[in-house]
Nanobody, 120 residues
Framework: QVQLVESGGGLAQAGGSLRLSCAAS????????IAWYRQAPGQEREFVAR????????YYADSVKGRFTISRDNAKNTVYLQMDILKPEDTAVYYC?????????????WGQGTQVTVSA
């Protein structure tokens, strides 16, 4: 099992910044990447960013590319999502997920989510 705890959400103005944290514990070695997803009210959960444990390669959704940065602190087993130049459309509940090979993303390990609200 892997436990994920997100923090850092809150209220920001358009153009502002927030940094989300995802603290991981447990059998992290059984996963191959950490990803951030978000879900706005009435919408499907959508991919935001991903970081692979091996090599540290990153990948971003087009909607956040150039504004969001995913990074990690190995010593703290924590992954961050730095969100800059925030837009009202970034408002959503943000989840971190630990990716497992051979299963669909719904069966990955998920955190409880943290609310991000961006005002115009």
């Amino acid at each position: 099992q892997v436990q994920l705890v997100e923090s850092g959400g809150g209220l920001a103005q358009a153009g502002g910044s927030l940094r989300l944290s995802c603290a991981a514990s447990g059998r992290i070695f059984s996963t191959y990447a950490i990803a951030w997803y978000r879900q706005a009210p009435g919408q499907e959960r959508e991919f935001v960013a991903r970081l692979r444990w091996s090599g540290g390669s990153t990948y971003y959704a087009d909607s956040v590319k150039g504004r969001f940065t995913i990074s990690r602190d190995n010593a703290k087993n924590t992954v961050y999502l730095q969100m800059d130049i925030l837009k009202p459309e970034d408002t959503a509940v943000y989840y971190c997920a630990a990716a497992r090979s051979g299963v669909s993303y719904e069966d990955w390990y998920w955190g409880q989510g943290t609310q991000v609200t961006v005002s115009a």
